[in-house]
């Protein structure tokens, strides 16, 4: 079976890596696909989000990476993808979360279910935003990102 993990991934974290591994293991072919959203002020462009992701995944030969954009129910129809994966870190995600699972399933009528997987607790506190915020200020983000992505936040910030 097929799913797709939809998200920003501005940028990809040691938390949605962890769901990565895990939703890989349980699928026979992951999707790991970027929102290209207009409206959304990024750090990195789609194309850096997408080669960041590619380098992350080069050994997991079962996912796959891709960009969309549009509704996320409209592109799971269109490469035949059924499930929606998506993490969960605290009861703060839930809420909107549900929302959305729910508002998928409405729009495609039944063909598009979320799964969901519980974010490792090492991870639980991890996010893109704070992540940019923390190398916006100079923090350190090695406990958060894989070195190389680390090193092109820090470039953004012009701190490398
Ligand atoms: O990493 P994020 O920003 O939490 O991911 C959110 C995402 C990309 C999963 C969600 O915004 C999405 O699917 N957007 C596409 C537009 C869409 O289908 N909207 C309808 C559901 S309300």
Redesign the pocket.
């Known amino acids: 079976m097929k799913a797709v993990y939809?998200?920003?991934?501005?940028p990809m974290t040691y938390g949605h890596m962890d769901i990565i591994k895990r939703a890989s293991e349980i699928f026979d072919e992951l999707t790991v696909s970027v929102?290209n959203?207009v409206s959304?002020k990024a750090l990195f462009s789609v194309e850096e989000r997408v080669a960041i992701l590619k380098e992350a995944t080069k050994d997991m030969p079962n996912v796959r990476i891709d960009s969309?954009?549009?509704?996320?129910?409209?592109?799971a129809k269109a490469n035949d993808i059924h499930v929606?994966v998506?993490g969960l870190r605290a009861i703060t995600d839930f809420e909107?979360e549900l929302?959305?699972a729910q508002?998928?399933r409405m729009?495609s009528k039944g063909a598009v279910d979320t799964m969901f997987l519980t974010t490792s607790l090492e991870y639980a506190y991890l996010s893109?935003s704070s992540v940019k915020e923390i190398a916006a200020f100079g923090g350190d983000i090695s406990p958060c990102v894989p070195n190389f992505v680390a090193d092109l936040i820090n470039v953004k910030y012009n701190r490398a």
């Open positions: 939809p998200g920003s991934f501005d929102l959203n959304k969309f954009s549009g509704l996320l129910i409209d592109y929606v998506r909107y929302q959305t508002t998928n729009l893109s």
